[in-house]
């Protein structure tokens, strides 16, 4: 154990000696080995430096031949931090607001137990911005999703006279709601549940998109059902965008069996999939949503709850709460995160800038009918699915993608998502369906 001795910035910031901007990308490679969890299993060979616009990222290495000097490339951001930047890296408006915030307004940080004036700026922007009655912060977006889940089974409680410890909530096969306990309990991914048993009970899976199989479950069991808590498109899944009838008939059952309807708007809120939060593209309205990444605008980590009063008034002091969740520099983030929705369009943008990269992603489709089986997605939320043959790997398409200067990821074997922050270009998308379709072209 020793004080690490820390100075400078950017490339200077130096550790103990090491100085940031002399390591090399497989020296960064080390040290997350030998110091860091192996949680992730990032590309290789490329180290993000900082950015250039609101959809460019700048990678840099140290010169092999010059100690003073960087080799350089650009990157078109698809991914933009599984859309944590829809309003784009560095917006101005939100930067400027951090800015001002901490330079002139002087008020970081007081915890929850002291009322601050920010927070009311921020509930009344995040209840106007979703419509519903009342909202609750939080930090990430598994966060919001939990506290969802807890409110959901005290609603079943106190409102729908559930007996004590019998609530279910119902979830649907493929989901992803993030990493705790309570989000791996409903997931079925092997991966992020093998051997952290044993899970939170009271949970169901239904097939997703599958009217029947929801309809036979709240038969059986509605009566200790209090809600069914799904992702409007599952994002992780692959972008799995649902018939255009299941959410009114899921809505519908819902009101039937007296079960709550509980969106994660986590991925697809905040203009991604072209309306301000996905349901609408559906014409339901959910009695709670959780929403996260791009609430805090791409700056920081804001999350929030947003839902019917008779389900948040099921909160009492002490139930539920959050050091970081709505503290003043989160509050000022997440009202200009809104406000920049709003102001840019964002929503918009993602409708045309989306069918702008349909339209390519077909046109790749029908050259290569014999390489992409399907293209999916709403808004600036899309994915194209390969046939799945060795040759056509997801994993190869995003390394030749970043050869060809583009991040994008896959999700599964034969799946690539694209989802850019929703200011890019259309030449900025043009250009990368032109470098997928080389990529593609290659396979
Ligand atoms: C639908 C959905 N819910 C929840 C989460 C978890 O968010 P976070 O990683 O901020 O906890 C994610 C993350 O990708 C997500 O896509």
């Known amino acids: 154990m020793s ?4 100075t400078g910035y950017g490339d200077n910031l130096t550790v103990n000696n090491i100085r940031l901007g002399d390591l090399s990308p497989s020296d960064h490679e080390n040290i997350e080995k030998e110091k860091g969890g192996q949680n992730y299993k990032p590309l290789e060979d490329v180290v993000v430096s900082h950015v250039k616009d609101s959809s460019t990222l700048i990678c840099r290495k140290p010169s092999k031949n010059d100690v003073d000097a960087y080799i350089e490339e650009e990157l078109i951001d698809g991914l933009c931090c599984y859309s944590a930047v829809n309003q784009g890296q560095l917006n101005k408006d939100i930067v400027d ?3 001002h915030h901490l330079k002139n307004e002087k008020l970081p940080t007081v915890p929850r137990s002291i009322r601050h004036k920010y927070m009311s700026a921020f509930l009344l922007a995040a209840t106007s ?3 519903m009655d009342k909202v609750v912060p939080k930090v990430s977006g598994v966060e919001s999703w939990e506290l969802t889940f807890k409110l959901c089974r005290r609603w079943g409680y106190q409102i729908k006279q559930i007996p004590e410890n019998e609530c279910i909530i119902v979830g649907a096969k493929g989901n992803f709601h993030g990493r705790t306990l309570a989000a791996v309990s409903m997931s079925d991914d092997p991966d992020s549940r093998d051997e952290f048993g ?3 009970p009271g949970i169901e899976l239904v097939p997703y998109n599958d009217i029947e199989s929801l ?4 038969k059986e069991k509605g009566d200790r059902i209090a809600a069914f808590s799904v992702e409007p498109i599952q994002g992780e899944a692959g972008v799995i965008v649902p018939d255009e009838n299941y959410w009114p008939q899921v809505e519908k059952l819902c009101k039937k069996y007296n079960i709550l309807l509980a969106m994660d708007e986590v991925q697809t809120g905040f203009g991604r999939t072209g309306a301000n939060f996905a349901y609408e593209l559906f ?3 959910p009695d709670i949503i959780g929403c996260g990444k791009a609430a805090g605008g ?6 929030f709850v947003a839902g019917k009063k008779e389900i948040i008034d099921t909160l009492t002091p002490g139930s539920e709460g959050s050091t970081f969740g709505g503290y003043p520099l989160a509050s000022v983030v997440g009202v200009y995160a809104i406000k920049t929705l709003v102001d840019l369009k964002l929503a918009e943008n993602a409708r045309v800038r989306g069918d702008q990269l349909m339209n390519h992603f077909n046109d790749i489709k029908n050259e290569f009918p014999d390489k992409i089986k399907e293209t999916r997605g709403k808004g600036l939320l899309t994915a194209f699915e390969m046939f799945d043959e060795t040759h056509l790997d997801g994993h190869k398409v995003s390394v030749e993608l970043l050869n060809h200067g583009v991040y994008a990821k896959e999700t599964h074997h034969s799946t690539v998502r ?7 270009s259309a030449e900025q998308i043009d250009s990368m369906a032109a470098k997928l379709r080389e990529v593609i072209k290659s396979l």
């Open 418 to 424: 694209i989802a850019p922050a929703l200011t890019i």
């Open 3 to 6: 004080n690490p001795i820390i």
């Open 215 to 218: 309809e036979n479950l709240f």
């Open 97 to 99: 607001a951090v800015v």
């Open 198 to 200: 044993p899970f939170v």
């Open 129 to 131: 911005i979703t419509g």
């Open 283 to 285: 014409g339901v309205k």
């Open 298 to 303: 791409g700056i920081l980590p804001v999350s």
